[in-house]
């Protein structure tokens, strides 16, 4: 078995042949598990996460890992660095971490749960509030005054979205307006008026919301 040749990266099932081949009819080409290293010769060395193609079984051999760390000499026969060798593509339940974990802060999964839904509600500045219960999977419908024109169906939780964003949009225009130090206070008091007409403008889609606390107030502006 020592006589056969060493396994190169195109003998692995990660390995995808997509250059021109050389003399010996082998090609260069792209790792799956390592797309970021480029166009690899096919001739190079496989590395540890050597993936054996079912027809090359037997054909080549593999390195044998040893159970203490290789010297660095050692490693650098293969022509892999230790920042390019693959790790596996994944984690498994016997190998639950893969790769350096140093700065990495333990979670539990109610943990993860509060820490995703603060996110979310970051994203959208003020959290979702509630479409009222009678709208939940309503369509709005836009439809022309001409019969021959066709209507245009929103769902309502779409168009209730959008009306949501507005607001939140609104109260940060707000609140940058008040920290801005180089607007008078006569300027931001003209600006918070013309913020409060828009709420009241707004007021129409009030009914679209679940809780009045959520919903559009003139005198939001003043506060």
Known sequence: MNDLPLATCADCAAFRGTG??????????????????????????ACPSLQLRQERVGQVRTRVVAASPEPRSRR????????????PARATLEA??????????????DGLKQVL???????????????????AGGTLTLKPADPALQAKDVPLETFFHKI????DRLRVLEQKINANDKLSEAEKVDLQGYISKIYGTLT????????????????DAEG
């Open 20 to 45: 021109e081949a050389d003399a010996g009819g082998v090609r260069s080409g792209t790792c799956r598990l390592r797309p970021e290293l480029g166009q690899l010769s096919g001739r190079r060395d």
């Open 76 to 87: 650098r026969e293969s022509g892999w660095s230790e920042e390019e060798a693959p790790r």
């Open 96 to 109: 639950p971490v893969q790769g350096d974990t140093r700065g990495e802060i333990a979670m539990d999964r």
């Open 117 to 135: 839904r603060e996110l979310l509600e970051e994203e959208t500045l003020y959290g979702y509030p509630a479409i009222g219960k009678r709208w």
């Open 164 to 167: 949501v964003m507005l607001r």
């Open 204 to 219: 129409t889609f009030n009914v679209l919301f679940r809780d009045k606390d959520d919903q559009f107030s003139s005198k």
